[in-house]
């Protein structure tokens, strides 16, 4: 498979990562930024061929023209791919990165806990919107 925009990588089962991409849906430009699902085959075969074998589920995963990064990078990939203003939103690049991935981390601990509060299920996508996920086909 040859996808030439970016990839979004994301844990499946996570509400909080259904919040995020939700939210890429709705403020990227079609086509401009794909999905996959770590559980995916698809998704640990891209990863793999990059030299992330075993990939982080509590991680998420950006593959854009600079290679791959995890974690605040990946949001902040993922965040450039949107029309303003959240594209702008990219200028929280200038904080460390240790500083960014230690509040990651925090919300990746509590994900679950955080997305029982929010919401019980998850949308369900368009079919202009679907065509933005990675699957084995």
């Known amino acids: 498979m040859n996808i030439d925009s970016p990839i979004f990588f994301y ?6 990562c259904d919040a995020t991409i939700s939210f890429f849906l709705r403020h990227s430009e079609p086509g401009k930024l794909h999905f996959a699902a770590l559980q995916s085959k698809l998704a640990q075969s891209l990863l793999a061929k990059e030299g992330i074998v075993d990939p982080d589920i509590k991680a998420a995963y950006f ?19 949107c029309r303003k203003p ?3 939103l ?3 690049g200038v904080i460390p ?17 955080i ?3 929010s919401k019980t299920e998850c949308r369900i996508p368009s079919a202009e919107e679907k065509a933005r ?3 084995e086909r």
Do not use: T, W
Not at 11 to 16: A, Y
Not at 63 to 81: D, F, M, R, T, W
């Open 11 to 16: 844990d499946g089962e996570c509400g909080v």
């Open 115 to 117: 997305s029982r509060l």
């Open 63 to 81: 593959s854009g023209p600079n290679g791959i990064v995890s974690k605040s990078s990946a949001v902040l990939g993922g965040l450039a791919c």
């Open 86 to 88: 959240y594209s702008l």
């Open 90 to 92: 990219v200028c929280f």
């Open 97 to 113: 990165q240790v500083i960014r991935d230690a509040a990651y981390d925090f919300v990746a601990r509590n994900r679950h806990r």
């Open 133 to 135: 996920f990675l699957m």
